[in-house]
């Protein structure tokens, strides 16, 4: 099994900047690619990034692009998600996910394709 605890949500004004963290525990977190979701209400969970075990690969939405950075640090078994220029319809609970599979090579952006979720994070723009 393994854990996800993220942290780092908030309140913030439009323009603003969030660092979200993502704890692991209970596996190894280093030989699994990792990614970034989010859902607001009323609509579905949707793939913001996604970061290859290695941490040479990664994927973003159209909507984040350019604003929002995944990495890693296997040393300390976290996932952060650095959000820049913050806009009001980033507003949403942002999950951690681990692959289903170690070393997958190919980037898995569907939710169904991770495994294990954490508990998920607020984070709110204002405008």
């Known amino acids: 099994q393994v854990q996800l605890v993220e942290s780092g949500g908030g309140l913030v004004q439009a323009g603003g900047s969030l660092r979200l963290s993502c704890a692991a525990s209970?596996?190894?977190?280093?030989?699994?690619?990792m990614g970034w979701f989010r859902q607001a209400p009323g609509k579905e969970r949707e793939s913001v990034a996604a970061?290859?075990?290695?941490?040479?690969?990664?994927y973003y939405a159209d909507s984040v692009k350019g604003r929002f950075t995944i990495s890693r640090d296997n040393a300390k078994n976290t996932l952060y998600l650095q959000m820049n220029s913050l806009k009001p319809e980033d507003t949403a609970v942002y999950y951690c996910?681990?692959?289903?599979?170690?070393?997958?090579?190919?980037?898995?952006?569907?939710?169904?394709?991770?495994?294990?979720w954490g508990q998920g994070t607020q984070v709110t723009v204002s405008s």
């Open positions: 970061i290859s075990w290695r941490g040479e690969k990664t």
């Open positions: 209970g596996r190894t977190f280093d030989t699994y690619n």
């Open positions: 996910a681990a692959d289903r599979f170690d070393q997958r090579r190919i980037l898995v952006t569907h939710p169904d394709g991770y495994e294990h």
